[in-house]
């Protein structure tokens, strides 16, 4: 096994190509995936991300590790687990929406803990927006024993500016699921290491990186003022000698994040020499 990816960034990013706005066939994202998986930054890669409408695959996805991304209700998760199970892969985690933005979060909650309860070998994230409800939601997820753990999943992004939270938002988040001890994953605009505008859109979207060191901060009881500080920064300096010091360390708080593209965050990890680039 490669010891080129630090234990910071084991796991770190989901294989969503086969998620909006990616344009690939399950058959092609199966293919990619296990050549990812058969390359030296394989330790870096985590799950295939599949919608629950796309579980019967056209090929075989033996042995591949997998998690269910519900695309419809909760209720289709079942049938998408098992017909996943069934074809050979490794389901090891479901994800699912639990209400949209406005909606309260409570019943989607519910309903997601009774998939949960026949569950016990899988890990469980709720998404939950970042509006109305959100605390109450985080309150929910910490207080629910005895039963299976379900922890959250937030989107940070989209095609809205309303859907991109500012660094004092998030940073509030970040320092309620640590105050809670939730770990959490992330999903939308995550592509870049660094906190930076899409010229396009005119949209800012957070770096993973920035990320990271602000969860890493936050554990080590960080205020929220403090966690906005480093969500906000735009230049590598702040962030990477943080995060050099902790890459032999598990990374705390977050999960990780699905993208479309699993080798633009491998990129930049190498550029900003936290990862060696295949080169012992």
């Not at 205020?223 to 230049?235: F, G, I, N, P, Y």
Request: with cysteine; hydrophobic share 50%; proline share 9%.
């Amino acid at each position: 096994m490669s010891t080129l990816v630090p234990p910071l960034f084991a796991g770190l990013v989901d294989d969503a190509s086969v998620l909006p706005p990616g344009v690939v066939t399950v058959a092609d994202a199966v293919d990619a995936h296990r050549k990812h998986l058969a390359a030296w930054y394989a330790p870096m890669i985590g799950a295939l991300l599949v919608p629950a409408s796309q579980a019967a695959f056209e090929v075989s996805p033996r042995g591949l590790s997998v998690a269910v991304v519900n695309d419809g209700p909760i209720g289709a998760l079942p049938p998408a687990v098992a017909k996943l199970r069934a074809s050979g892969a490794v389901v090891g985690q479901v994800e699912a929406l639990v209400a949209r933005r406005g909606e309260d979060p409570q019943p989607g909650l519910v309903a997601l803990r009774e998939f949960a309860a026949g569950e016990n070998d899988l890990d469980v994230y709720a998404e939950i927006p970042l509006s109305w409800g959100l605390l109450a939601a985080l309150d929910t997820l910490a207080s629910a024993q005895p039963g299976p753990a379900i922890r959250p999943k937030f989107r940070i992004g989209g095609l809205a500016a309303e859907l991109f939270p500012t660094p004092v938002e998030l940073a509030a988040v970040i320092c309620a699921c640590r105050d809670r001890d939730l770990r959490f994953k992330l999903a939308a605009g995550m592509r870049h290491a660094l906190r930076h505008t899409d010229p396009e859109t005119g949209f800012t979207h957070h770096g993973f990186l920035n990320v990271l060191v602000a969860a890493a901060l936050a554990v080590d009881g960080g205020e929220v003022a403090d966690v906005a500080e480093v969500l906000a920064a735009t230049h590598p300096v702040p962030l990477v000698e943080p995060a050099r010091a902790r890459r032999a360390q598990q990374r705390p708080l977050c999960v990780g994040f699905g993208t479309v593209n699993v080798l633009e965050p491998l990129t930049e990890l190498v550029r900003l020499g936290l990862v060696n680039g295949g080169y012992e």
